[in-house]
């Protein structure tokens, strides 16, 4: 098993551009999130969802979007990155309340 | 609302002593989940350990170890006879009970764990 992968690894973008980071997982898992982490600030959770075609809002989803066809792709969209989107991006999915498994990251920079 | 407090934001160890972590949680539901989350210099978070709200019981494994109070909030982290491969940022989370596990994340405590 992959796990949880994401892509792409590193991304910069200018204001006003737009852009997808992909997740996918192959774990069969119903739960998936979107974590940004700010430096010194923890993670903080952007969207969940709960299985395919159910997704909600976390504790700061302002500037983004989801949507989950597919029980293993769970893709974030920025659709006018703004410089305080600079973050390093975490994907994660689980199996109820069991723990969650964390992808690799996606550092973007917004100039 | 929950949260977690990691009131330590960087500790810094001679390799070989023991080092304790903090964390202190809020939260009103009476079912709930603690987590302990790893993320070395490479980035990646590994999980450490789940406990849920029920199970007080501490529990080791192998240098690590893990005192869960209900009466003071605290889910602490000792990490014994410390390596340098130990040195990360050190995540506490909570979920509480529910259907969606979301993770509240407190802000992390640095570890730096010298030869």
């Known amino acids: 098993n992959a796990g949880v992968t994401q892509t792409p690894k590193f991304r910069i973008l200018k204001i006003g551009q737009s852009m997808t980071l992909q997740c996918t997982q192959d774990m069969n898992h119903n739960y998936m999130y979107w974590y940004r982490q700010d430096p010194g600030m923890g993670l903080k959770l952007i969207y969940y969802?709960?299985?395919?075609?159910?997704?909600d809002k976390g504790e700061v989803p302002n500037g983004y979007n989801v949507s989950r066809s597919t029980t293993e792709d769970f893709p974030l969209r920025l659709e006018l990155a703004a410089p305080s989107q600079t973050s390093v991006y975490f994907c994660?999915?689980?199996?109820?309340?069991?723990?969650?498994?964390f992808g690799p990251g996606t550092r973007l920079t917004v100039l | 609302a929950q949260k977690v407090t990691q009131a330590q934001t960087e500790i810094s160890v001679v390799e070989k002593e023991d080092v304790t972590l903090d964390c202190v949680y809020e939260t009103r539901d009476t079912t709930y989940y603690l987590f302990w989350y790893k993320q070395p210099p490479s980035g990646e978070l590994v999980f450490l350990i789940r406990r849920n709200s029920f199970d007080e019981q501490n529990e080791i494994s192998g240098r690590y170890s893990w005192n869960f109070q209900k009466s003071t909030s605290s889910f602490n982290f000792t990490i014994t006879a410390s390596q340098v491969v130990d040195s990360a940022v050190y995540f506490c989370?909570?979920?509480?009970?529910?259907?969606?596990?979301?993770?509240?994340f407190g802000k992390g405590i640095t570890l730096s764990v010298r030869p």
């Open positions: 969802s709960v299985g395919a075609g159910i997704t």
């Open positions: 994660a999915s689980s199996y109820s309340i069991n723990e969650q498994f």
């Open positions: 989370a909570l979920s509480v009970g529910g259907a969606n596990s979301k993770l509240t």
